[in-house]
Structures are given as structure tokens and as C-alpha cells.
């Protein structure tokens, strides 16, 4: 890069060239604290330097010091008011900071100054994605789109956009595509399981989720999807042997726990059961495994400890119409049809009129 300002001479000039020059091929291996030192020393020669307040800015932005990024971006666009590097570098470190509005404005402002540029579309798409507008992140993929088809940054974000937003169908087409592009991209097959997993399609997800682990055999999340659709498909046995697993890799996963303890149960192994439940309680509140335990009771015929477990989960989700149906259901089995139904009314009274509720009523008092 050459350089040149009124009132420095030949020599000042050349030495500020050299260092810009030393400073960004320091920088571009990696060797940010003697790059550092290179922008600094061509500040001592020319305090507005805006190579050397970007290239610090860009320095502060590789050790995480967003801050002081803002800091150096912020200086040199107080002098270089359209300096393309400065304003999407600041971009960046409000995107690191989450400030997106901010970021936003600045990647808006870049657009309004120089032609479309794939990267800031994107990011701005992204951002506005993580602001929950989601018409203004979509436009802007679509913009990505028009320039480069197969942009895979896009076709994730917008996958993305549409998954958050229960649009998962559109979220596939999008994801499908992606893999076309990059076909082992674990992420993306595993993201594409969970779609599955959220529309139930669960046989699509097992292929998905094992087709990730046939690249990353002990990858976490494909383990847990592959686990979890053998679960939505009452595959207990095998959704068993997965959870055990990932169980030897995070042994104090509360859900992993819970998770376990659930196939246990399904399979007949209620005593273990109760232990992995309680395991997952001795660390903290899980609603899932306090029913678990609820369950257990009621099938062991023990409908005292089923009632004191279920009322004390009630009074906390008095809409739960799970836990409606099982406390009245351990009432009658107690013999206490009469608080079954008085319970069912209640529901009934405070707008809970589920057809499950009503179907349960309707049984207790014809007299089954």
C-alpha cells in the first residue's frame, strides 16, 4: 500500500509505508503483538493513521478485546469518515459485544456507501435474525442469494431463520440444499435431525443423525438426536444403549439422566429407573424426572407417594394437563373418586377444557 499526507516528509512517509506494509503481514500470520507494535510506533509519526487505527482495532478484535476495538474503529472514522475497513471492523465488534442494533446500523451505512458485499448481506441478515425481525433477515438472505445461489453461510442462517420460527419444512429445503454443497457437514446433518425431531418425522431423523455419525462417530449432538428419535418412536431397548453412552461422555447431564431413567422405566427396569431419577434430582429440580417418579409409584400401586409427588408438581403447572389426568387418575385408584372429579371440575372452572380432561371426566362419572 503507498501512502501519502501534506506536511510529512519523504522519509516520514516511506517509514509509515514500511510499517503499515510490516504490521498487516504480521498481523495476516497471526503475530498480533508484534503487529501491534508496528501500528504503534506509525502512530508516534502520524497520530491519525487510519491503516494503523484499523490494523489496531483489528488486532483488539483477534484477542476478544472488543472494547478497545470500538475504540480504534471509532477513532479512525472520526477521520476517515468512510474508511470501508473501519466501518465494517466496528460492525464486527458490536456484533461481538451483541449490540446488533449497532451493528445494523453500520452494516446499513456500509451499503449505502459502496456495492453489495456478500459478507455484510449476510451479517446483516444474521443480525436481524438474531433480533427476531425476521422479514428484514430474510430479505437480506434472499439479497445473498441473488448475488452467489449456493452461499452455504446463507443457506445455514436462513435454515436457521425459518427453524426458529417453526417453519420447518422451509428450514429442510434450504438445509437439503446446503448439503449439496458440503454433504459431510455434520452440523448441518445434525440440524437437519432436529427438524425431524420437532415435525416427528423420526424415521428421516435417524438417517440424518446416522449419516452424521458415519463422520463424527462420537459426535454429542447426533448421538442425542439418533437416542432421541428411537424414543419418539417407542424404540426403548435401543434409545436405551445410546443414553447410556453418552452417559460415560457427560455422566452428570441432568437430562442425560433423566433420558435414562425414562427407558428404563419403559423397558420394566423401574428400581434402576428410580435411581437415574433421582441421580438427576440430586442435582437440581427436573420436572421430567419428578413425574418419572410419580409414574413409577403409580405403576408399583403405591398412590400415596404418586399423589404427593403429583400435587406438589400441580401447584406449580395448575395448567399441566398431564399432571390433571394422573392425579385424578391416582385418586380413583386410591379410591377417592369424589377429589378425582371435584379436580377434573376445577380444570373445567378455570379454562382447561383439553378433550383428555373432559374424556377422564366423563368416565368417572359414568361410574368406570
Known amino acids: 500500500m503507498s501512502y501519502n499526507k501534506e506536511g510529512l516528509s519523504e522519509d516520514a512517509i516511506n517509514q509509515i509505508n514500511k510499517l503499515s506494509q510490516e504490521g498487516y503481514e504480521l498481523f495476516k500470520h497471526n503475530e498480533t503483538e508484534l503487529a501491534k507494535k508496528k501500528f504503534e510506533e506509525l502512530l508516534i509519526i502520524d497520530s491519525t493513521n487510519q491503516y494503523a487505527l484499523v490494523g489496531l482495532g483489528d488486532v483488539a478484535r483477534r484477542n476478544r478485546n472488543s472494547n478497545l476495538a470500538v475504540t480504534y474503529y471509532q477513532k479512525c472514522l472520526q477521520h476517515h469518515h468512510e474508511n470501508k475497513y473501519a466501518i465494517i471492523g466496528l460492525a464486527d465488534a458490536y456484533r461481538d ?7 445494523i446500523r453500520l452494516w446499513e451505512h456500509f451499503l449505502a456507501l459502496y456495492e453489495s458485499d456478500i459478507t455484510v448481506l449476510t451479517r446483516l441478515a444474521d443480525a436481524y435474525r438474531k433480533i427476531g425481525d425476521f422479514e428484514n433477515a430474510k430479505k437480506f438472505y434472499l439479497k445473498v442469494f441473488d448475488i452467489e445461489p449456493n452461499n452455504t453461510y446463507a443457506l445455514t442462517g436462513i435454515g436457521y431463520l425459518y427453524f426458529d420460527n417453526k417453519k420447518y419444512d422451509l428450514a429442510l429445503t434450504y438445509w437439503t440444499k446446503m448439503l449439496e454443497v458440503e454433504p459431510s457437514n455434520v452440523k448441518i446433518l445434525t440440524t437437519i435431525g432436529n427438524c425431524h425431531r420437532k415435525k416427528k418425522t423420526f424415521q428421516d431423523g ?14 454429542f449432538y447426533a448421538l442425542y438426536g439418533l437416542a432421541d428419535c428411537y424414543r419418539g418412536l417407542e424404540m426403548h431397548e435401543k434409545s436405551l444403549k445410546i443414553w447410556e453412552d453418552l452417559l460415560t461422555i457427560s455422566p452428570d447431564n441432568k437430562v442425560l439422566l433423566t433420558r435414562f431413567g425414562d427407558a428404563l422405566k419403559n ?20 420436572y421430567y424426572a419428578a413425574i418419572g417418579l410419580a409414574l413409577i409409584s403409580k405403576e408399583k400401586k403405591e398412590y400415596t407417594n404418586a399423589i404427593e409427588t403429583l400435587k406438589k408438581l400441580y401447584s406449580v403447572e395448575r395448567n399441566n394437563t398431564r399432571l390433571i389426568v394422573e392425579l385424578a387418575e391416582c385418586y380413583n385408584l386410591s379410591n377417592d373418586k369424589n377429589r378425582a372429579l371435584s379436580l377434573l371440575k376445577s380444570t373445567f372452572e378455570e379454562g382447561n377444557n383439553h378433550p383428555n380432561i373432559r374424556d377422564l371426566y366423563d368416565e368417572l362419572l359414568n361410574g368406570k
Open 97 to 103: 459485544l451483541r449490540e446488533y442494533e449497532q451493528a
Open 206 to 219: 435417524i438417517y440424518y443423525f446416522e449419516k452424521a455419525l458415519e463422520y463424527s462417530p462420537d459426535n
Open 267 to 286: 423397558v420394566g427396569k423401574l428400581d434402576e429407573a428410580v435411581l437415574y431419577y433421582q441421580k438427576a434430582l440430586d442435582i437440581d429440580y427436573d
